[in-house]
Nanobody, 120 residues
Framework: QVQLVESGGGLVQPGGSLRLSCAAS????????MSWFRQAPGKERELVAT???????NYKDAVKGRFAITRDNEKNKVYLQMNSLKPEAKAVYFC??????????????WGQGTQVTVSA
């Protein structure tokens, strides 16, 4: 079955770094765009970064220059390197895989999330 398993979250001080990983299985990873979303307490889930099947990347403005999304199609993994972390980055981070089928149907797969806390 389809699985997306995130890891790498934790507690970090402001200005610190974390690297999130997402291991995918049960689907053809290379055919899917992959994204990281986050959801802070009391807030809606928001898109942080996306990497397409052609390795094009897109970022939420607030994280540009500090976060980097990469993928490894051989290992079926996607990563989010987060540098210069700010307290407002505290959230549960979710891995997402998505693609549009030929019939225009969108397929979305989600992981269970990993907690990131930025605090002194």
């Amino acid at each position: 079955q389809v699985q997306l398993v995130e890891s790498g979250g934790g507690l970090v001080q402001p200005g610190g770094s974390l690297r999130l990983s997402c291991a995918a299985s049960g689907f053809t990873f290379s055919l899917f765009s992959m994204s990281w979303f986050r959801q802070a307490p009391g807030k809606e889930r928001e898109l942080v970064a996306t990497i397409t099947t052609g390795d094009l990347t897109n970022y939420k403005d607030a994280v540009k220059g500090r976060f980097a999304i990469t993928r490894d199609n051989e290992k079926n993994k996607v990563y989010l390197q987060m540098n210069s972390l700010k307290p407002e980055a505290k959230a549960v981070y979710f891995c997402n895989g998505h693609r549009i089928r030929a019939n225009s149907q969108r397929i979305d797969y989600w992981g269970q999330g990993t907690q990131v806390t930025v605090s002194a």
